[in-house]
């Protein structure tokens, strides 16, 4: 029977035929289908995620800003920089495994909140510490603080955003890890200049409450937000090759972390990430000192020059590890193929460290860090992105805490083995081949380890 002249009805395309999918309504006058527009809220949220990771990524690069005013305050050597810059990560990593089944157990609202609350009091303490000793323990406390965020993220992620979407949403708040130290480094170290270092810290505990009341006001999961409608809903949990219709396919019990940890895929997923940051790291705490030290360049334009890399990696970041990727899926390309491409690709262009290890100008080494740095940038979106693709349902929480505890471990060793190496060879040369040899092997681990990107099947129930 033809539609009413008044009314005509179609299948929306956002819906999956065989489950019983809602009929949309549309005026017949048009006597075509018009296109839906889905609501954008789920951006909203990558947004709020975003600001997060920036405004926590200032209370990480306010260190390796202030490395001259502490040598002065509490005259620390090299090798105890490195020790304070891996502080953080101790407590970091040794956080990551119970906070992911803390996040699958309680959720991100909750433990954000909470941690956000922890980081910022941190910040604080750093501010007003009189010895060296309380400022150890500010930065201990930081990483307790600051422990759920990426594996938080990336499970908000999962939930909130069909998985053609997921590398770009992920870029959002990863790259904001690279922009924090693009803008941060300068102005930070502008404020340190003028006012000095206590304030600089207690400037970004002020900006991380502000982040606390915004946090605690927006963010809901997708079934708990009263502002997102039926069919954003609809398209989030539309069926894809990782995303099962949720009305259809029972939630089976989260896998155990033991399991986990003996799937070759997360152990070469770990060593792959684990390389990456590790470079993140050495560049993030000592990229300002490399500039000063190992070209003699004044403390104020090392600052802005640090800079440079950054922006770089914000922009590959958004555009490749982001965009492309995502445009690429939905163009129909092969998800894994795609994906995978991306994470080997982006590592190996990583391996240009290893160009600045004899470089003697200042553009020379900002080109080569450039092109690791920005090349690692297009890896780090795709990695938390397949998080919520490669975990067994419900999981997801605790294979972003393994994730991240690789990725802390790494964390923790890059400042400090630079600094016994700069301490020991007076040059920053053997630092970057020792970073170029790990990201050997963590290409190596996508390789052979990882291999096709698909979901680790559930643990099995006895």
Not at 31 to 47: D, F
Not at 193 to 205: D, E
Not at 349 to 372: D, E, M, Q, R, Y
Request: glycine share 8%.
């Amino acid at each position: 029977m033809a539609p009413s002249t008044a009314q005509a009805q179609y299948r929306s395309p956002l819906s999956t035929a065989n489950h019983g999918a809602p009929l949309i309504t549309i005026p017949s006058a048009t006597r075509r289908p018009s296109t839906i527009t889905i609501p954008r809220r789920r951006w909203r949220i990558a947004c709020l995620l975003g600001l997060g990771v920036l405004v926590n990524y200032f209370d990480r690069v306010n260190l390796s800003v202030a490395h001259a005013a502490l040598y002065t305050t509490f005259g620390i050597s090299n090798v105890a920089f490195g020790y304070l810059s891996g502080a953080y990560n101790w407590t970091y990593a040794l956080c990551q495994l119970p906070i992911g089944v803390l996040l699958d157990k309680f959720g991100v609202k909750r433990v954000g909140r909470i941690s956000i609350f922890i980081w910022s009091v941190a910040s604080f303490a750093a501010a007003i510490t009189p010895n060296l000793s309380g400022f150890f323990g500010a930065r201990l406390l930081l990483g307790i603080g600051e422990a759920p965020t990426f594996p938080a993220n990336a499970k908000a992620t999962g939930l909130w955003f069909p998985s053609s979407e997921r590398s770009f949403a992920t870029s959002i708040f990863d790259s904001a890890a690279k922009f924090a130290p693009a803008i941060g480094v300068p102005l930070i170290g502008m404020l340190l200049i003028k006012i000095g270092w206590r304030w600089s810290f207690a400037a970004t505990g002020l900006i991380s409450l502000a982040y606390l009341a915004i946090f605690y006001g927006v963010y809901r999961d997708p079934q708990d937000d009263p502002h997102l409608t039926d069919a954003e809903r609809d398209y989030i949990q539309a069926e894809d090759p990782f995303t099962p219709n949720h009305t259809h396919v029972p939630e089976p019990p989260p896998s155990s972390l033991g399991y986990l940890l003996r799937q070759p895929k997360v152990i070469g997923f770990a060593l792959g990430f684990g390389s990456y940051n590790y470079v993140f790291y050495l560049l993030l705490t000592w990229l300002p000192s490399y500039l000063a030290a190992e070209l003699h360049i004044d403390l104020l334009h090392s600052f802005l020059y640090t800079a440079a890399p950054w922006l770089f990696a914000t922009v590959t970041d958004l555009c490749i590890g982001g965009l492309l990727v995502d445009a690429l899926v939905r163009r129909g390309w092969n998800q894994s193929t795609v994906r995978r491409t991306a994470l080997i690709a982006g590592t190996t262009f990583g391996l240009g460290i290893f160009g600045a290890a004899h470089v003697h100008t200042a553009l020379a080494a900002l080109i080569w860090i450039s092109i690791s740095i920005g090349g690692l940038s297009v890896a780090a979106p795709v990695g938390w992105s397949i998080t919520s693709m490669l975990a067994p349902r419900g999981s997801v929480g605790t294979l972003g805490g393994i994730l991240n505890f690789s990725n802390q471990l790494s964390g923790i060793a890059a400042p400090l083995i630079t600094g016994y190496v700069v301490a020991v060879r007076h040059s920053y040369a053997w630092a970057f081949y020792v970073a170029a040899t790990y990201l050997l092997i963590g290409i190596a681990s996508y390789i052979f380890l990882l291999g096709k990107i698909e979901r680790i099947a559930p643990e099995p129930q006895h």
